[in-house]
């Protein structure tokens, strides 16, 4: 008897080992695993951004020799053809002076790209609304249209200057930041909806700038022309849309003598501010970047740039559009 409970004993002890080893084997097979996955996620991270960061500089030399060929922007130049998703690899092989690096770290078969080039001074200008700059009064009536143009309420409006106020001041202990887009308007205390509603419409410049006549909507147009109603502002897109505007001459002369434009730097028909968005598909990753670049003397400076990963391939719409921007699931980066 005791021979037998010294033989089920050892069994015993036996199996337990046997478990105890197959555990530890599990657990360290578990962690290998996942510190190459998190190798691996790490470097499509870090190659998108690069890969990001090469589509951002190609942008900027578009919008330098844009700005060599002509000192007006409208919307049949090449920097305003937004690029539809692409495989990264049919660019590459297009390029006779690239060099195929055989190295499966760089693979870029599964690499699909897509973007646009946003002319900023389509919108009103944000910046505008602040008291200390020269046009602050003409922006507000401008605004009070386009409030009314999409529905807002006048106390949205008045909030929004109160807040910028006070962001630009910041000498109030609660004070909000100042945003640098439309879509952080929220800071400011604007409802997610009148936030919605704004951001195709308004954008954040660092100085005060005139709207560009030869790219800016129906609404934006409506809005910063006083006196024009929206079948002005129509016949301004389809004229433009048949022969683009070199002159603000020119717009006076299609307005007619109905309309008289306000004083003050308003309306232009060249731009200086653009927005470059990039988004670059590389196996599960997905990361979308957004700068906001200003053309200069000859040369495109980058004021900011945001780099956000986003949500898996099947939660993203095929396409990137001017409006459809999905909640970005962490963001990477905020560069001046």
């Not at 962690?31 to 996620?41: F, G, K, N, P």
């Not at 929004?160 to 106020?165: D, K, S």
């Not at 700068?291 to 740039?305: D, K, N, P, T």
Request: glycine share 6%; net charge negative.
């Amino acid at each position: 008897m005791t021979g037998l409970r010294q033989r089920g004993a050892a069994l015993l002890a036996a199996m337990l080992t046997v478990t105890l080893v197959a555990s530890f084997a599990a657990a360290t097979l578990w962690q290998q695993w996942r510190a190459v996955e998190v190798e691996t996620a790490e470097r499509a991270r870090v190659q998108a951004g690069w890969i990001l960061l090469g589509a951002l500089d190609w942008s900027r030399l578009i919008l330098v020799e844009d700005g060599r060929a002509s000192g007006t922007d409208h919307l049949d130049e090449p920097w305003a053809v937004p690029l539809e998703e692409a495989r990264l690899s049919t660019f590459l092989a297009a390029e006779k002076n690239t060099v195929q690096v055989d190295d499966a770290s760089v693979d870029t078969t599964d690499a699909f790209l897509s973007g646009q080039i946003v002319d900023l001074q389509a919108r009103l200008n944000l910046r505008n609304l602040l008291p200390s700059e020269a046009q602050s009064k003409v922006a507000k009536r401008q605004f009070e249209r386009l409030f009314e143009r999409l529905g807002l309420s006048p106390a949205e409006l008045t909030l929004l200057v109160e807040g910028l106020r006070r962001a630009q001041q910041g000498s109030e202990q609660d004070a909000p930041l100042l945003p640098a887009s439309a879509e952080q308007l929220g800071w400011l205390g604007l409802s997610p909806t009148t936030v919605a509603l704004l951001a195709p419409h308004v954008a954040m410049l660092p100085k005060a700038m005139p709207v560009n006549v030869n790219t800016a909507s129906v609404d934006v147009l409506w809005a910063a022309i006083d006196g024009l109603d929206q079948a002005g502002a129509m016949k301004l897109v389809q004229t433009r849309g048949a022969r683009y505007f070199r002159s603000i001459d020119e717009v006076k002369q299609a307005l007619g003598n109905d309309v008289n434009l306000p004083d003050g730097n308003v309306l232009s028909v060249g731009s200086s501010f653009f927005e470059v968005r990039g988004r670059l598909r590389l196996g599960s990753t997905t990361v979308e970047e957004r700068s906001q670049v200003e053309r200069y003397m000859g040369q495109v400076y980058v004021l900011w740039r945001q780099r956000s990963a986003l949500p898996p391939p099947a939660q993203l719409n095929a396409q990137m559009g001017p409006d459809s921007r999905p909640s970005p699931v962490k963001s990477l980066s905020v560069l001046p």
